[in-house]
């Protein structure tokens, strides 16, 4: 058996994991999450990050909404960074995308407290996206 995925939305997709259970064979591995994060939560997600990198200097520099993801995964996940194959560091982690709905949340509220830490407005984003989910 190969690699599938249901996402449970009805009953008939709830009866086909059953089958699905039913049939695979002994040593078969079956993974439980919680719902994906949402597109507005992305949305969300990236105007919290422009707000960070339009108003504020880290090191010295201006730092891009990628770099500031990293570093706030880093903070919430605990990434770790480590020595690459050619020397130079290499940031080593978890991405947003395999956030669950519930993770991708608390790490919005990561990003909010720094703001409110070191006076990032990010009033147009609360006020245009609505709270977290």
Wanted: glycine content about 10%; some cysteine.
């Amino acid at each position: 058996m190969g690699k599938a995925l249901l996402v449970l939305t009805s009953k008939a997709v709830r009866d086909k994991a059953h089958t699905w259970i039913d049939k695979a064979p002994d040593g078969s591995r079956v993974e439980f999450r919680g719902p994906q994060r949402t597109l507005p939560q992305n949305d969300r997600q990236w105007a919290l990050l422009t707000c960070v990198s339009t108003q504020l200097k880290w090191d010295g520099e201006r730092l891009d909404t990628d770099e500031w993801k990293d570093i706030f995964m880093a903070a919430y996940k605990g990434e770790k960074i480590v020595g690459g194959i050619d020397g130079k560091p290499v940031r080593v982690g978890r991405s947003t995308a395999g956030l669950e709905k519930e993770e991708h949340s608390e790490f919005q509220t990561v990003i909010e407290v720094f703001c409110a830490a070191h006076g990032v407005d990010i009033e147009p984003v609360k006020a245009k996206y609505g709270p977290r989910e």
